[in-house]
């Protein structure tokens, strides 16, 4: 079974920094493009990033957000920096894979101000 799993939220200072993971399992995220979306707290889900399967980055938060990908631990990152509390949000990373969009449970970001 395909599965997505972020890690690597939680809370933190206002001009602080996170990095978030996303592993994934049975899939291989380097041959599809990767995505972080999150959903503020009351609000829809949102798009922060994307790396494509040939490396090409797009952001919503440039330049404070920054996506990356270990191949060799089939990881996607998200390095946040400057962590202001309007980016308190569950952040998810998402797949496609044979057709369908894959998810993961979410991981939940908090910053104080």
């Known amino acids: 079974q395909v599965q997505l799993v972020e890690s690597g939220g939680g809370l933190v200072q206002a001009g602080g920094s996170l990095t978030l993971s996303c592993t994934a399992s049975?899939?291989?995220?380097?041959?599809?493009?990767v995505a972080w979306h999150r959903q503020p707290p009351g609000k829809v889900r949102e798009w922060v990033a994307t790396?494509?399967?040939?490396?090409a980055t797009n952001y919503a938060e440039y330049p404070r957000f920054h996506i990356t990908r270990d191949n060799e631990k089939n990881t996607v990152y998200l390095q946040m920096t400057n962590l202001q509390p309007q980016d308190t949000a569950v952040y998810y990373c998402?797949?496609?894979?044979?057709?369908?969009?894959?998810w993961g449970q979410g991981t939940q970001v908090t910053v104080s101000s």
């Open positions: 049975r899939i291989i995220l380097s041959t599809n493009a």
């Open positions: 790396i494509a399967s040939g490396g």
């Open positions: 998402t797949t496609n894979y044979r057709g369908r969009a894959y």
